[in-house]
């Protein structure tokens, strides 16, 4: 999609954030494939802390009474690849995003939220991205009443209970330059249909696959 002739209007509106510098937020949403020197992997760098901090103080702010571990379990489900990826969708982004043909999947849509952020934070402060994150992420925060089990074991307790063997997790690929790596992973377990998942390290990766299975069982996390 050419960048002149996008009118983001209905993405500010989604935002709450009307951007001053708009072309802050064309290279959120300029994959490596268009332009490899112009796109989104350093403003993703950034806007992945910026969303972790602010995240973070909602959540301890929403529950004073939650120790760490509970707080973690639901800190790690809000900014999963999988929940970054619907906010994506919520926002459609697809929309905007320039890449090359069939290259956008789930991971690339979760990768411009983050670099959107940092747009905003860029754009308007640290003000500014407080903002946009808390109205999108608050209502994530209100869908859930108690903290998610971690996906992984959440999946080695269903996979003891049926007493069908441990999951077990296998390296597909890696690919992505040194500095912003990407990483496939495949989980297994006896007599269900493997799933994949890619992440940027191996450890998320390896939770999204474990979350994916889960979804594929019918098998909630909550609780």
């Given amino acids: 999609m050419s960048a002149h002739a996008v009118s983001y209007d209905d993405l500010y509106r989604a935002l709450g954030h009307r951007f001053a510098e708009p072309a802050l937020l064309t290279r959120a949403l300029r994959h490596s494939s268009v332009d490899s020197d ?37 800190f790690a489900a809000l900014v999963q690849a999988g929940t970054l990826a619907q906010v994506g969708r919520d926002l459609q982004l697809g929309r905007y995003a320039q890449t090359g043909p069939g290259v956008l999947n789930d991971s690339i849509l979760a990768d411009m939220v983050e670099a959107v952020v940092a747009a905003v934070y860029r754009d308007g402060g640290m003000a500014a991205a407080r903002e946009v994150v808390r109205a999108i992420w608050d209502p994530l925060v209100e869908t859930r009443s108690r903290p998610p089990r971690d996906a992984k074991t959440a999946l080695q307790e269903w996979a003891q209970a049926k007493a069908i063997g441990l999951p077990s997790y296998h390296d597909v690929d890696r690919t992505g330059p040194d500095h912003a790596p990407e990483f496939t992973v495949e989980v297994r377990v006896d007599g269900v249909m493997p799933q994949r998942a890619t992440g940027t390290s191996k450890r998320a990766a390896e939770q999204d696959a474990a979350a994916a299975m889960l979804e594929d069982l019918g098998i909630a996390r909550n609780g």
Avoid: H, I, K
Avoid at 46 to 58: N, Q, S
């Fill in 38 to 74: 112009a796109s989104y992997e350093r403003l993703e760098f950034l806007g992945d802390r910026v969303l972790g901090l602010v995240v973070a103080e909602l959540l301890l702010e929403r529950f004073p009474d939650e120790n760490e571990g509970e707080v973690g379990r639901r």
